[in-house]
């Protein structure tokens, strides 16, 4: 295999037509030259500078190696430049994926902070449930998934690193015209007889976390309706066909022919958190990120509720 250091030096032997000059440019010395050229030589196999009183010449397989040298030291030096700039996240790509409502939520925080900091970052958002996002994750196919679990039963994957986020609480959430919409002190086991939608289990711990609630209420809930989609589970309850309980981040955006109740301590919480590659290079642009998740979450968190509430 041919030396890249020893291209360089046949390419400036061959800019400035000596080995002195060679020398000169390079901060050699010249016997370390014609030491180099030598070496090369033997590398390749063939003769590739001709020496003579005159000075040297190259010959016809040395002036081929040398414009093959040109396009491997460019394509080097280009690969130096943009390892320096995804170093200096002044360049690069991330790639992301996130379940609907922290898409809706949590990342344009996230990614409006990130290209305020790093605007030469090349930045892709992609919704994915959070079975289907790990996956992704662990496919090589992103570099940050975000994902969810209930506070009782967290997932466990040693191919993932879990950067926590925020905690998510899930509001109780009625059609305006319930009976128990204006009620004081509303409790979960007053709607122990309530039709309940909710989210689909094969995506999600939403269900899990309804079904452990409303055992700590003393009730088994009649599950009506599943979806991952939240505002079309908005929809069902202003229309009557059950109530719901529905994560924080799921509510930025809440219709007005619904009502919104804090349960207060049995509120039932999910965690959210950003997910990496464990025990793998983590790339600046990457860390970056995770910070920023982690400030928008906390940020997030410290504000919530009031704007919960005031929906």
Known sequence: MLDVKRLRVLREVAARGSFSGAAESLSY???AISQQIAALEREAGTILVERSARGVRLTEAGTALVRHAEAILARLDA?????????????????MVAFLSAAASLMPLAIAEFRRRYPAVELSLEPR??????????????????????????????AIEKTMLLDDPMFLVLPCDH????????RLADLADESWLQGDTATCPDTMILLRAATAAGFEPRIAFQSNDYTAIQGFIAAGVGVGLIPDLALASVRDDIVIRDIGDQAPSRRIYAASLAGSYRAPATAAMLEILEEVGRDYERGRRKLALAS
Request: glycine letters at 10%.
């Open 79 to 95: 690969a130096e430049r943009e390892l320096e700039a995804i170093a200096g996240l002044r360049g690069g790509r991330l790639r």
């Open 179 to 186: 009976r128990l919409a204006r009620k004081p002190d509303l």
């Open 29 to 31: 010395t010249q016997s």
């Open 129 to 158: 449930e959070p079975p289907e996002g790990m996956d992704c994750l662990k496919a090589g196919e992103c570099d940050v998934a975000l994902g969810l679990e209930s506070s009782f039963h967290p997932v466990v994957d040693e």
